[in-house]
């Protein structure tokens, strides 16, 4: 079956760096765009990235130019990385991607951003 396992979160301070990855099975992992959401205690999830089977990429506003998602199709896995941190970027963060009408999320990773 599909799963889709992330991994990477943590606790940094403002300004800091993290990178999450998330690792699937179950499916040509290369025909598929992947992207990853978050969502803050209170909020709506939200689309952080995404990027498609060929590699082209989608950044929220929030967050260009500070964070950067990839692919290695070789292992499966999807990455984001993140620099400059804010407060603001505290969340769970989820890795998604969606066959036909059927969609896959992650159990999450917790980043949080604090001094």
């Known amino acids: 079956q599909v799963q889709l396992v992330e991994s990477g979160g943590g606790l940094v301070q403002p300004g800091g760096s993290l990178r999450l990855s998330c690792t699937a099975s179950g499916f040509t992992f290369s025909a598929y765009h992947m992207s990853w959401y978050r969502q803050a205690p209170g909020k709506e999830r939200e689309l952080v990235a995404a990027?498609?089977?060929?590699?082209?990429?989608y950044y929220a506003d929030s967050v260009k130019g500070r964070f950067t998602i990839s692919r290695d199709n070789a292992k499966n896995t999807v990455f984001l990385q993140m620099a400059s941190l804010k407060p603001e970027d505290t969340a769970v963060y989820y890795c998604?991607?969606?066959?036909?009408?059927?969609?896959?999320w992650g159990q999450g990773t917790q980043v949080t951003v604090s001094s």
């Open positions: 990027i498609s089977s060929g590699g082209r990429t």
């Open positions: 998604y991607t969606k066959m036909g009408p059927d969609d896959y």
